[in-house]
Nanobody, 123 residues
Framework: QVQLVESGGGLVQAGGSLRLSCAAS????????IAWFRQAPGKEREFVAL???????TYADSVKGRFTISRDNAKNTAYLQMNSLKPEDTAVYYC?????????????????WGQGTQVTVSS
């Protein structure tokens, strides 16, 4: 089993920045892919970014150039640096981990999820 705990959410003005963290514990060696998803009220959960064990990354078009995903394998922690935030980025952000070594943007492909952290961007 793997446990994921997100932190770093909060309220920020448009144009501001936040850094989310995802701390993993348990059998972390079995989760080579870490991803961030988000879900706004009344909307489906959507892919934001993912990072593979070797550092390869993929981003949603809506966040490309503004968000950066990274991981520190020694600390079993992944990060999502969010810059130039917009009101439409407001959502609950979830960290997810996948046992298979191939990254995917589909939420149902992930085996472990955190509880989520709220990000609110005011205009």
């Amino acid at each position: 089993q793997v446990q994921l705990v997100e932190s770093g959410g909060g309220l920020v003005q448009a144009g501001g920045s936040l850094r989310l963290s995802c701390a993993a514990s348990g059998r972390t060696f079995s989760t080579p892919v870490i991803a961030w998803f988000r879900q706004a009220p009344g909307k489906e959960r959507e892919f934001v970014a993912l990072i593979n064990w070797n550092g390869g990354t993929t981003y949603a078009d809506s966040v490309k150039g503004r968000f950066t995903i990274s991981r520190d394998n020694a600390k079993n922690t992944a990060y999502l640096q969010m810059n130039s935030l917009k009101p439409e980025d407001t959502a609950v952000y979830y960290c997810a981990a996948r046992r298979l070594g191939v990254g995917t943007t589909t939420p149902n492909s992930y085996d472990y999820w955190g509880q989520g952290t709220q990000v609110t961007v005011s205009s």
